[in-house]
Nanobody, 126 residues
């Protein structure tokens, strides 16, 4: 089993920045592909970013490219999502997900991840 705990969500003004974190436990972190997903009311859950086990490969949704950066610290068992230039449409609950079997081809597919955090709310306050 893998436990994931997100933190760092909150209110931010349009154009502002926020960093959310996800701490993992229960399995060797460096064996897990990590994904960041978000879900707004009435919308499907979508992948905004994902990162390979070593951090050498990343995926970004087109809507966040150039604004969001995913990174990981395997020594701290933590994955981060730095969000810059936030827009109102970025308002959502952000979830981190983990799985040891996700590949570069499938890392944006939510159904491929077995482990999920509880989510953290990010809200544009403008």
């Amino acid at each position: 089993q893998v436990q994931l705990v997100e933190s760092g969500g909150g209110l931010v003004q349009a154009g502002g920045s926020l960093r959310v974190s996800c701490a993992a436990s229960g399995r060797t972190f460096s064996s897990l592909v990590m994904g960041w997903f978000r879900q707004a009311p009435g919308n499907e859950r979508e992948c905004v970013a994902a990162i390979s086990t070593s951090g050498g490969f990343t995926y970004y949704a087109d809507s966040v490219k150039g604004r969001f950066t995913v990174s990981r610290d395997n020594a701290k068992n933590t994955v981060y999502l730095q969000m810059n230039s936030l827009y109102p449409e970025d308002t959502a609950v952000y979830y981190c997900a983990a799985d040891p079997s996700v590949t570069k081809v499938t890392m944006q597919a939510s159904r491929k991840y077995d482990y999920w955090g509880q989510g953290t709310q990010v809200t544009d306050s403008s």
